[in-house]
């Protein structure tokens, strides 16, 4: 209880801020790589993570703006809950089939989400402040997050149980810390003094995106990749 | 001819064993059945085959875990695998290649397919005079117009990789096109295009895709088919095959 009241007394959006702070570089980091493979290798699931990734970045700095300027309006909590669980959303629907006219459409889908979601960033100023029934809003918009987070948590979970790659392992640990972190948000909702084990799920998310980002960081065995070198006899003359 | 060249053919149903036997022994192979993977993996190891044909579901443990047993054994590493089986979308052959087979034979096959891929995977001191007679007059032989008029009528797809994302990381760098005319045409590639049709959207000659669809089809980022939505054996097109 000692350590959680000593959280508070830190600084109230010290542990917010640093969430912000590694959400925004980690999600950046991996849409920017994202991007940049999807120019060389034109695969579907590259630019729906990539998008995905780079909404959840601007949330993350929203967020940080939202929650320390005080001279302007900015009502980020809209976006920061729908874009997150938009994002997160369209990850999962491309785990879930690798046909190629399916994938397509995810990404078309996607686009148009990513525009409106800009919208309503754009629209910030203008949100009403106060959720209408705060409690039960903020539970639902916020655990939806959650809730697709935990989705995704399985879905890795039953692929490491299916075939044990360190990946799909850490893609399920950075999930579940990710899901957990959510969840740990939802009881200051309901009431007052529910600060610290908000602040405790913060930290459980940044481990989450920590996890997260050291997953896609991996580098796969080539002797595993099973592409078969190319070898052309002679490329043929352009004449 | 010493000893002849084995193949083991390991299948439930007594009537496709008896086929494809019949279809070998005219090619002059020497012919060894069995009816399920115990049995099959235990008269691998007896036999000594030069050349496994292996259907996908068995009795009692699957081709897939057959070709994988198979491919522990220090001495079976490479042995020809042939998978065949009934069940040929692209992601069943693409699985059953990761399981390690060299090839996978979707049923229904023609003695002329069949005979023409087990010349492919063996060794050209082990085909017997009759199978090498019979590679010669193959679409194997096909080659510069010839091949590139074939090309144009095919469609590429692109081959799913269920994986990705998956149980691999997509952003280790290994889903690049390094080539960019490869990285061209993968992106024009919908499904429903001809290769022809593809050449005029793309800009590019028809050796150029050509040559791009033989890097797609060696990194298994593509598959050919034709109109009526048949798969076409990829190694007719790739060079040094």
Same mark, same amino acid.
């Given at each position: ?77 809209? +976006? ?6 938009? $994002? @997160? #959303?369209?990850?999962?629907?491309? /785990? =879930?089939? %690798? ?60 692929? +490491? ?6 990946? $799909? @392992? #850490?893609?399920?640990?950075?999930? /579940? =810390?990710? %899901? ?60 | ?241």
């Amino acid at each position: 209880m000692n350590q959680n009241v000593c959280l508070v007394a830190i600084d109230d959006n010290l542990i917010a801020n640093i969430l912000a702070i590694t959400l925004f570089f980690a999600s950046l980091f991996i849409s920017l790589r994202a991007f940049s493979l999807y120019i060389r290798a034109r695969t579907p699931r590259l630019l729906v993570l990539g998008l995905s990734m780079g909404m959840i970045a601007l949330t993350a700095i929203a967020s940080y703006i939202g929650d320390n300027v005080t001279t302007l309006t900015f009502n980020v909590k809209w +976006f920061q809950y729908i874009a997150q669980t938009i $994002s @997160f #959303l369209f990850i999962l629907l491309s /785990l =879930l089939r %690798s046909t190629e006219d399916y994938q397509r459409k995810i990404v078309r889908w996607q686009i148009i989400a990513s525009v409106l979601l800009v919208l309503l960033l754009v629209l910030t100023p203008f949100l009403p402040k106060d959720f209408p029934d705060p409690a039960v809003t903020k539970t639902l918009l916020s655990g939806s997050r959650a809730v697709i987070c935990i989705i995704i948590f399985f879905y890795y979970w039953i692929a +490491f149980t299916t075939k044990e790659t360190s990946f $799909s @392992f #850490l893609m399920s640990a950075a999930f /579940l =810390l990710i %899901s957990f972190g959510y969840w740990m948000a939802i009881p200051k909702y309901f009431g007052p003094g529910m600060e610290q084990v908000d602040q405790v799920g913060d930290i459980v998310r940044t481990c989450g995106i920590l996890v997260l980002l050291i997953a896609v960081s991996l580098r796969r065995n080539p002797a595993k990749l099973g592409r078969v070198p190319l070898q052309l006899e002679n490329p043929p003359s352009h004449a | 001819m010493g000893i002849a060249t084995t193949v083991l053919i390991i299948d439930d149903s007594l009537s496709a064993c008896q086929f494809m036997a019949g279809i070998l022994e005219k090619e002059g192979y020497r012919v060894i059945t069995a009816t399920d993977g115990h049995e099959g993996v235990m008269k691998a190891l007896q036999e000594r085959p030069h050349c496994v044909i292996l259907d996908v579901i068995l009795p009692g443990i699957s081709g897939f875990e057959v070709c994988r047993r198979l491919r522990a054994n220090d001495h079976y590493h490479h042995l020809p695998i042939i998978l065949v089986s009934t069940k040929n979308t692209p992601v069943d052959q693409s699985w059953g290649l990761r399981q390690g087979a060299d090839r996978y034979l979707p049923k229904p096959f023609t003695e002329e397919s069949l005979v023409q891929l087990v010349g492919d995977v063996l060794p050209e001191h082990l085909r017997p005079p009759a199978a090498l007679h019979h590679r010669g007059a193959s679409p194997q032989r096909l080659a510069g117009q010839e091949l590139l008029l074939a090309l144009q009528k095919l469609i590429p797809r692109r081959s799913e990789d269920p994986d990705l994302m998956r149980l691999s990381n997509p952003l280790d760098g290994s889903v690049v096109i390094p080539d960019k005319q490869a990285r061209r045409l993968y992106a024009a590639i919908d499904g429903r295009k001809t290769a022809d049709e593809l050449c005029s959207i793309t800009h590019l000659k028809m050796k150029e895709i050509h040559r791009a669809l033989q890097i797609l089809l060696a990194q298994h980022r593509i598959q050919l088919y034709t109109r009526d939505g048949k798969r076409v054996d990829s190694s007719l097109f790739l060079n040094g095959q």
